[in-house]
């Protein structure tokens, strides 16, 4: 794997530390998540990616479709309500991402290929751990857009 791109996703921990309290509760536009429900957004894929994906990753196999996003990414919301303040939601996420990122390091990565629903396109761990790599940094923009 991709050593650089797993330190990047590593390294997001630091991001979401550096969140202060100030724009915790904004919305990242007007109708759109708080920076906090984004937080648990991401956490909640990370969730996902652990227990629901990686242990069933092998050669040629084929995992399900990836969970409904919609149905997914409110689950979250109703999560984020669970935390009431920053410093535990943080240390859940930061917890749960540094977790990932060590079974990341500790799978068998030589030239295994499996699939996801009907994708015929055969992923890596890399092609998988780039979506979210690039998912962070769609939100992490959006966060950033808001300290001006």
């Not at 894929?45 to 149905?71: A, R």
Request: no cysteine; hydrophobic share 35%.
């Amino acid at each position: 794997m991709n050593k650089k791109l797993l330190e990047q996703f590593g390294n997001f921990n630091d991001f979401v530390k550096s969140i202060d309290d100030v724009i915790w509760q904004k919305q990242i536009s007007p109708g759109k998540w708080t920076v906090k429900e984004v937080v648990a957004h991401l956490w909640n894929w990370d969730t996902y990616t652990l227990n629901t994906m990686l242990p069933h990753i092998k050669d040629q196999v084929k995992l399900p479709e990836f969970v409904d996003h919609d149905t997914h990414n409110l689950k979250a919301i109703e999560k984020s309500r669970e935390f009431t303040d920053r410093e535990s939601m943080v240390k859940t996420f930061i917890e749960t991402r540094t977790h990932l990122v060590n079974q990341f390091h500790k799978v068998d990565q030589s030239e295994i290929r499996f699939f996801i629903g009907n994708d015929k396109r055969p992923y890596t761990y890399e092609r998988y751990l780039k979506i979210f790599v690039h998912h962070d940094e769609h939100h992490k923009k959006q966060i950033e857009n808001l300290l001006g």
